[in-house]
């Protein structure tokens, strides 16, 4: 499984760069885990948009699903430039309907239910879900292929069952928002120490930080999730493969 830090920020996107998201690719598949402000411009150095098999979305908050309608109109215009493609399938939860909605458009997208009540075969992906704590609904994703197992937090405060639905993961993915000075001031985000705690906790072997803030220094909350957790840390960079064999 090869996974590959799209965009690194949390809100918007700073100067020539985009808001969290990560391609995930096993055997030729490309699955693209949230779809923000300027993710299809710097995805595009990555794959072409036809060769994007699957996206899931991990809630409706417009730095996850910003430009999901110009995915979609990279399709229509294929469509009528003779290169039609099947639907691409967008995957996210129904606890918005209005949002879930508009994951299908004009038969180039079609929107896919997901619940953390079971479990999905997508393309040599299974996935699964975890609630997390945010002011509004948002699933944490499980990603196993091959024997190997990526957690990607969306974006959440601490919550317990983080720990047991991340255990034992090869790879954690934690959104890491805030400075250990806005810990518990800002709802729905996690500091470094936090991201550390749960890698320690959930005994998950590399720790990688995303959803960053646009400001101070970067290297302060991936210190504060060292001083947790004994493992691997790194703040996410953009365009490097993160290899699980």
């Known amino acids: 499984m090869n996974i590959i830090p799209i965009g690194i920020w949390g809100g918007y996107p700073k100067a020539n760069g985009a808001t969290s998201s990560f391609l995930i690719e096993q055997d ?22 036809e ?16 430009d999901i309608g110009s995915l979609q109109y990279s ?31 004009k038969e180039q997208t079609v929107g896919i239910e ?23 609904y948002c699933l944490a994703m499980k990603v196993t292929a ?4 990526a957690v990607f937090t969306g974006d959440t405060e601490w919550t317990e069952p983080l720990v047991e639905f991340s255990k034992g993961a090869d790879l954690l993915i934690s959104e890491a928002n805030l400075y250990e000075e806005y810990l518990g001031k800002s ?20 720790l990688i930080l995303t959803h960053l803030p646009q400001y101070g220094e970067l290297e302060n909350i991936a210190e504060a999730a060292r001083g947790q957790y004994d493992g691997e840390v790194e703040l996410a960079v953009v365009g490097k493969k993160y290899t699980l064999i």
């Open 187 to 206: 709802p729905g985000h996690m500091a470094g120490s936090e991201a550390g705690t749960l890698a320690r906790l959930a005994e998950a072997k590399q």
């Open 28 to 49: 030729g598949y490309n699955l693209l885990f949230d779809c923000g402000s300027g993710v299809l411009a710097s995805l595009q150095n990555y794959i072409p948009l």
């Open 75 to 105: 399709r229509l215009i294929n469509y009528y430039t003779g290169n039609p493609m099947p639907p691409l399938p967008i995957y996210g939860h129904t606890q918005d309907k209005e949002g879930f909605a508009k994951l299908s458009y």
């Open 114 to 136: 997901i619940s953390d009540r079971t479990s999905y075969t997508v393309g040599p992906f299974t996935l699964s879900f975890c609630p997390t704590v945010h002011p509004v």
């Open 146 to 149: 091959a024997g190997k197992t």
């Open 51 to 66: 060769k994007l098999d699957a996206v899931v979305i991990s809630h409706y908050h417009a730095d996850h699903i910003a």
